[in-house]
């Protein structure tokens, strides 16, 4: 339960005077849901509108404010294009203030015939008269003396005004409380307080006053970073007390038997580590890094068996159901040569009650599933080790929610996007690491190339050849359906588009939406029967490993990030004959983009392209959901933070060494803070007794 101090902060949206059902849901789109997200929406720019009493003392295209007196309106014939005006009066001069598409009772309503106003915006001038087209704000004129001259832009989207965000903010910052200080004195800034900040971050009075570094922003950013270094810092104390697992590798031999292949050294020495872990009298919290191919899910595969060698039972937690499915498939393929019984659990799984009764008396030893395994019906017998799959795409409450299944449960997370310390930091705490270098023996390498989408019936023709020598091809495309704002190819336009070219037989369609069983009959058809083109969203990006495969087209490919497009790349060149990689671009193509495609073309080095796209993405997501991705803030940036980091893990950590139990007035204060930024259930599964 949330302390009484923040309950106006956590109210809805609704509880603000003006903000209805529609605009709630308007302001959604912007990620506020919540009074208190409304405070961490920050302005991004300055508006300058000083008050004149007439308009002698104006000029054109300068921004004012005006106190005017409404005379009359002049509506434009119907059909014609021409603007609704309403007449002004300013000092005894005429203004024309100019709506267009207007809403002529709305404009009515807000502008009154006889009666004053004060009005924002830009000044222009039309056949000698003088005219504001479309005024930014319309408020009463008894606001004059009071003028602030200068106020904060927000971000917007569509049916949401200036005027509006600007209002709901004040209404918000209102009910944000005094709150204890919570930075330790040895870490502190020279900072406002929370409150303070908050204040003077909304308040911005020039382009600095918007900067990172400004000491407001700056202290709002490190509160955000400390907390999330508080929640890893709570996690990780909970995590140190383990169990020592005794095996002696049987089972983990007799899978590389049935596997028929030698690990590479890097495979060996992750594993190693691994199992020194697994033997410590600590519990093992781990991240498997390695690039696209690299043979990470054999490793965990191998340190699981040596988990349910000494007794316990293994989770395995992917982020899709496709590479749920096809992990489950490789795993039972595996273990079903060494008496390991796997499972899979989806949400679209039917007859759940008899495998949630095998989990629960332990006949299951691995259990493969989504986010179904976090259910509360799921129960093991003796769970002792969760493996997480591209671990960005959960959360911390989901990896606690998981490993609160077991007593002192084994983790080891895995990504294939290398990872600069910054970030580890940011999203993983600090994990211990393993990394696999290498690549797995005979894997050949990928030829890229790049081509305009003016060669497209060119590509087309090109795919005839390739299929009557029998290969596989993906085809990727950047969305579903056409759309209206997007030019860019839809995949069902495309899919359609093939078909009618190749042969109905011959190509197939999966996207992330589609019923699970029409997904697995099109992927069945794909890997082993007639299919040869499979058409697809990025629902194939991450794990999909059909062997057969060795030709990648992404349609767009200027659309997609650098470590999206070498997901997608890493899902070729997987068997013995040599893949290719075809990045197809629409115009006009970006400096960034151009530097993109030829990186792509450059390199298979995945530790190299993850760096390129840390410096040409700027904000965007080099780790999470988004495409690739940074870690995703609402105030600090991740590609500029890492000395603010630093900062806030160190003061994490001595907070954490000094008050364990968060007890001291200090501890309270940060415990406020956690709740502040959506730490609650790390705060209530870590900090409760």
């Known amino acids: ?396 409450e989901q990896r606690l929610n998981l490993t609160a299944k077991g007593e002192a449960v084994d983790v080891l997370v895995m990504t294939a996007t290398p990872i600069p310390r910054t970030l580890r930091l940011t999203t993983y705490g600090d994990l211990e690491v393993s990394r696999i270098p290498d690549k797995p023996q005979g894997r050949k390498s990928i030829q890229t190339r790049v081509l305009g989408l003016n060669r497209l019936d060119e590509v087309c023709e090109g795919l005839k050849r390739f299929m009557a020598d029998g290969h596989k091809i993906y085809w990727v495309c950047p969305l579903v359906e056409e759309s209206e704002v997007l030019d860019l190819a839809a995949a069902k336009d495309r899919y359609e588009h093939l078909k009618a070219l190749l042969g109905a037989e011959k190509v197939g369609l999966v996207y992330g939406k589609q019923k699970s069983e029409e997904k697995e009959a099109v992927m069945a058809a794909f890997k082993d029967g007639a299919c040869q083109v499979l058409v697809a969203t990025t629902v194939i990006e991450v794990g999909i490993d059909i062997k057969v495969a060795n030709l990648m087209v992404v349609e767009h490919a200027e659309r997609f990030g650098l470590a999206q497009l070498h997901q997608l790349r890493g899902r070729v060149g997987r068997g013995d004959i040599e893949a290719h990689c075809l990045l197809l671009y629409g115009y006009p193509l970006s400096e960034i983009a151009k530097r993109r495609l030829q990186v792509m073309r450059e390199t298979e080095d995945g530790f190299r392209i993850a760096e390129e796209d840390l410096a040409l993405r700027g904000g965007g997501d080099v780790l999470g959901t988004k495409q690739s991705g940074l870690p995703s803030y609402k105030l600090a940036d991740p590609l500029t933070c890492g000395p603010l980091l630093e900062k806030a893990y160190l003061a994490a950590q001595g907070l954490l060494k000094e008050d364990p139990h968060l007890q001291s007035p200090q501890g309270q204060g940060a415990r406020l803070l956690l709740y502040l930024f959506g730490q609650e259930e790390v705060i209530h599964t870590l900090t409760s007794g």
């Open 1 to 396: 339960m949330r302390p009484e101090i923040l309950f106006p902060l956590y109210t809805p949206l609704e509880n603000l005077k003006g903000v209805g059902p529609a605009l709630a849901k308007t302001l959604k789109r912007l990620g506020i849901l919540r009074v208190v997200d409304m405070i961490w929406h920050l302005p991004v720019g300055v508006a300058h509108f000083p008050l004149k009493s007439s308009l002698k003392e104006c000029r054109e295209g300068e921004p004012v404010a005006l106190v005017v007196r409404i005379l009359e309106y002049e509506a434009p014939f119907q059909g014609s294009r021409k603007p609704f005006k309403v007449v002004c009066e300013v000092g005894g001069d005429y203004i024309d203030l100019t709506f267009f598409k207007a809403y002529p009772k709305t404009i009515e309503m807000r502008l009154p015939v006889g009666q004053k106003r004060l009005i924002c915006g830009t000044l222009d001038r039309f056949l000698g008269m003088w005219q504001m087209p479309h005024p930014e704000r319309i408020v009463p004129a008894e606001v004059a003396p009071y003028w602030q001259e200068k106020s904060p832009l927000y971000p917007l989207t569509a049916g949401l005004f200036q005027g509006q965000a600007q209002k709901f903010v004040q209404m918000a910052l209102k009910r944000a409380p005094e709150l204890p200080e919570w930075i330790p004195p040895s870490h502190q800034g020279p900072w406002p307080s929370w409150r303070k900040a908050l204040e003077k971050a909304h308040t911005p009075q020039n382009e600095g006053d918007l900067q990172p570094h400004h000491p407001a922003r700056e202290r709002l950013a490190f509160d955000e970073l400390f907390a999330d270094q508080l929640a890893l810092g709570l996690v990780r104390r909970a995590q140190r007390s383990g169990k020592s697992i005794v095996f002696q590798g049987v089972l983990k031999n007799k899978i590389l038997e049935a596997f028929g292949h030698p690990l590479t050294p890097g495979q060996t020495q992750a594993l190693q580590e691994i199992e020194a872990d697994l033997a410590s009298t600590s519990r093992m919290i781990r991240l498997l890094q390695g690039d696209v191919g690299s043979g990470k899910t054999l490793v965990a595969f191998l340190a699981i068996a040596d988990a349910i060698e000494a007794g316990y039972q293994a989770a395995f937690l992917a982020p899709t159901e496709i590479l749920a499915n096809q992990h489950a498939q490789t795993l039972a393929a595996l273990g079903g040569q060494v008496g390991i019984e796997v499972a899979l659990l989806t949400s679209r799984k039917k007859k759940k009650a008899s495998l949630y009764e095998d989990l629960a008396d332990g006949k299951i030893h691995l259990v493969v599933g989504t986010h179904a395994l976090l259910q509360e019906a799921v129960q093991f017998s003796n769970l002792g080790f969760v493996v997480i799959d591209e671990q960005h795409r959960f959360g911390v």
